[in-house]
């Protein structure tokens, strides 16, 4: 089994930054994909950034491009989002997962196996 653990989410003001960190333990794998999501309330769960296992690809959803950067460190099985000059919209449960025996960047929720419980980010206004 895999367990996924987030943090860093909070209260933040609009034009402020958060640093999201994903953090995996249990069962290993030679290789993972590893991703982010995020859920806004009554909104369907999107695609937000991926990262290969070897950081060579990434992907990022049009309306965190600029703004957010994802990255990873295999060495702590962790995966990071930095998050700068958040707007009011980029509020929600923010999720990581991953696919594993796997060395690319997908951004389709279907690709990944496992998840982690979330982290709420709020982004005032």
């Known amino acids: 089994q895999v367990q996924l653990v987030e943090s860093g989410g909070g209260l933040v003001q609009a034009g402020g930054s958060l640093r999201l960190a994903c953090a995996a333990s249990?069962?290993?794998?030679?290789?993972?994909?590893m991703a982010w999501f995020r859920q806004a309330p009554e909104k369907e769960r999107e695609f937000v950034a991926a990262i290969s296992w070897s950081g060579g690809s990434t992907v990022y959803a049009d309306s965190v491009k600029g703004r957010f950067t994802i990255a990873r460190d295999n060495a702590k099985n962790t995966v990071y989002l930095q998050m700068n000059s958040l707007k009011p919209e980029d509020t929600a449960v923010y999720y990581c997962?991953?696919?594993?025996?796997?060395?690319?960047?997908?951004?389709?929720?279907?690709?990944?196996?496992?998840w982690g419980q979330g982290t709420q980010v709020t982004v005032s206004s």
């Open positions: 997962a991953i696919r594993p025996d796997s060395d690319y960047a997908f951004a389709r929720a279907w690709e990944y196996d496992y």
């Open positions: 249990g069962r290993t794998f030679s290789s993972y994909g």
